[in-house]
C-alpha cells in the first residue's frame, strides 16, 4: 500500500519529518569548554547571548578607546545573559571577545555584524545539558520518563538539561488535516514535539492516536478526540533520541 492511498501513513511521514532548521529565527550552538562560537550580531539594535543551565559570569574584550568605533557588552545579573550593542559606526565586519561562565567554561565568539534585527543566541554544553537531562530522565523507568516529558509540554514547564525551541516553521496539509510544529524538547535520550492539528474542512474530523504517531513513539497525547470544522487542538509526542529528526 503506497502512501499516496493511505492517509494515516502520510501523516505519520509529516510528523516524523517536521523538524527545526531556518525556520528558528534564533541561533542555537553547541560548545564544548574553551570552544570558538560563531555568530550573527546586530547593528543598530541589541543582541542578546543566553546559556543553557549555566550563566555568563565574566566577559574580557578589547576597547579600541573610540566610542564610535566599538562595540559594548553587558553582563545583565539576574539572568546571567550578555547583550551586545554594536553602533551604525561600528566599521569592522565582525567582533571578537572571550566570555566565562559561572560553571566554569570559557568561550570564544566570533561573530559578523550585520544590520538586522535584534538577535538572540542560545548557546548549550553538550556535556553539561546532558548530564542534567540524564538525571532528570532517569528518575523514572523511560515510558514513564516519556510520559512525564508530555506533561511537562502540556504546562510549558522547564526542564534541567532539554534544550526547549519554539518553531515558527510552515504548516503541512494531509487532506483536511493541517500539521504544524510549535515546540521541540530535546534531552539526552528522549526527544518531544508540540503540534497544533487544524481542522480545514468542512466536516467534522476523528482524530486518532495511532494515526498521529511515527514509528518507536514512546509516547502520545491528544486534547481533543475530534476536531470540528475549522478548530484547532495540540498534540505532544515523544520518542527516543535520534528517531526524531535532529538538526
Known amino acids: 500500500m503506497t502512501m499516496r492511498n493511505n492517509p494515516v501513513l502520510c501523516i505519520c511521514a ?3 519529518c517536521l523538524m ?3 525556520a528558528f529565527a534564533d541561533q542555537y550552538k553547541q560548545a564544548a569548554d574553551n570552544a570558538r562560537i560563531e555568530c550573527v550580531v546586530s547593528k543598530q539594535e541589541l543582541t542578546r547571548i543566553a546559556l543553557i543551565g549555566d550563566q555568563f559570569a565574566s566577559v574580557s574584550k578589547i576597547s579600541s578607546g573610540t566610542p564610535y568605533n566599538d562595540f559594548a557588552v553587558t553582563n545583565e545579573p539576574v539572568r546571567g545573559d550578555i547583550y551586545i550593542s554594536v553602533p551604525e559606526t561600528y566599521a569592522a ?9 559561572k560553571k566554569g567554561f570559557v568561550y570564544k565568539f566570533a561573530c559578523k555584524a550585520e544590520t538586522i534585527e535584534a538577535q538572540q543566541l542560545f548557546i548549550s554544553n553538550p556535556a553539561l545539558a546532558k548530564s ?4 532528570w530522565e532517569q528518575q523514572t523507568p523511560q ?3 516519556a510520559v512525564r516529558l508530555i506533561q511537562a509540554m502540556a504546562t510549558d514547564q522547564t526542564i534541567d538539561g532539554f534544550e526547549i525551541r519554539q518553531s515558527a516553521s510552515p504548516a503541512a ?3 483536511n488535516l493541517e500539521i504544524q510544529l510549535i515546540a521541540e524538547y530535546r534531552g539526552a535520550a528522549l526527544f518531544g514535539k508540540v503540534l497544533r492539528l487544524t481542522n480545514r474542512g468542512k466536516k467534522p474530523l476523528p482524530l486518532a492516536e495511532r494515526d498521529l504517531a511515527p514509528k518507536d513513539t514512546l509516547a502520545i497525547s491528544l ?3 475530534s476536531l470540528a470544522a475549522g478548530a484547532s487542538t495540540t498534540a505532544f509526542i515523544v520518542g527516543a533520541n535520534g528517531e526524531y529528526g535532529h538538526d
Open 14 to 16: 509529516i510528523v516524523a
Open 20 to 22: 527545526p532548521g531556518a
Open 93 to 101: 565586519g565582525s567582533i571578537s571577545f572571550f566570555a566565562t561562565t
Open 132 to 135: 542534567d537531562a540524564a538525571n
Open 143 to 145: 515510558n514513564q520518563s
Open 173 to 175: 496539509r494531509v487532506g
Open 223 to 225: 486534547n481533543e478526540p
